[in-house]
């Protein structure tokens, strides 16, 4: 006698597609949710093609590549790229290996309900909401007084400010883990730091990608904190130690304080919405590299 292969379908599962009444509701959901999906496309391609449209006549590979003149009314942005460059890397050096470590203090290391935890959680709250300016008050005040108006001032007063959201997200990436992964991988002998590395940090990879990107988006946005910090220089710098302007500050001249400028200032917005996506398929080709690295 054959067996029988007829197929099971749970009661639960023939009643609903038995009244279609019940999949009107999630086809709505679905084409809601398509339509906010495409609204964020259109909004991000509506702003592109008003900077594309505005700034296409300044834009050019000798744009990107000259240095500016004449206050920028001539010339290119290639200085002030290499400087925007180097004032996000300062701040992500700094910023990551704190925010890890920090966060593993907080998901790992100690309770969640620990007054250590709370008093620490809360203060990381408060800073996220402090404006660039007072950040920027700071950095001339401390960072200023050892360095000047500088690179490593810049770089480390947006450390100072993407602290907040990447410790917090990687701690809310950590604690998502599974607790079932932990208890598994302590079950087959794996030592604590083992489990860190090789099972929880490349599961929380995606979260921790995601305040990653983010505060790339507001450093390289940055403007307030950067004019007390960093300075305005347009020349090429040799160090750290020098002054630096920064891309999201000169557009900022070019459309307020610059006659002629806008232009310009679109043509730099649009090469600053370049280097964010740039800086963002980095980050994400990085964290997948990471993440297939550590996992077992």
């Known amino acids: 006698m054959e067996p029988n292969h007829t ?8 009643h609903i597609a038995a009244h ?3 999949v ?7 084409g809601g949710l398509w339509l906010v999906a495409l609204g964020v496309i259109g909004v991000f391609a509506w702003i592109l093609g008003d900077l594309l449209y505005h700034g296409a006549t300044a834009l050019s590979l000798d744009f990107v590549l000259r240095p500016p003149l004449q206050a920028g009314r001539a010339g290119g942005i290639s200085t002030v790229i290499i400087g925007t460059f180097l004032i996000v890397g300062v701040a992500l050096g700094s910023a990551v290996p704190i925010s890890i470590g ?3 203090l907080l998901a790992e290391a100690s309770n969640a309900e620990t007054s250590f935890g709370r008093v620490v959680r809360r203060s990381l709250d408060v800073l996220a909401g402090v404006p660039s300016i007072v950040f920027g008050l700071f950095g001339l005040a401390f960072f200023g007084h050892f360095f000047g108006w500088s690179i490593l001032s810049g770089g480390l007063t947006l450390a100072c400010m993407i602290l907040p959201v990447l410790i917090r997200s990687t701690e809310e990436s950590l604690r998502a883990v599974p607790a079932s992964l932990r208890y598994g991988a302590a079950a087959l002998g794996l030592s604590p730091r083992a489990v860190l590395w090789h099972l929880t940090l490349p599961a929380a990879t995606p979260g921790i990608t995601a305040g990653l990107v983010l505060s790339v988006g507001r450093a390289l946005a940055e403007t307030a904190a950067l004019l007390f910090t960093a300075g305005a220089a347009t020349r090429m710098p040799t160090s750290l130690l020098d002054s630096a302007r920064s891309l999201s500050y000169h557009i900022y001249l070019l459309a307020i304080e610059v006659p002629g400028g806008q232009n310009r200032a679109y043509a730099s917005a649009v090469v600053l919405v370049g280097m964010l996506l740039l800086l963002n398929g980095i980050a994400v080709l990085l964290t997948r590299r990471f993440q297939r690295r550590l996992m077992p």
């Open 7 to 14: 197929p099971i379908m749970r009661p639960g599962l023939r």
């Open 20 to 22: 279609p009444a019940s």
């Open 24 to 30: 009107w509701p999630e086809r709505y959901l679905t």
């Open 102 to 104: 920090t966060a593993i």
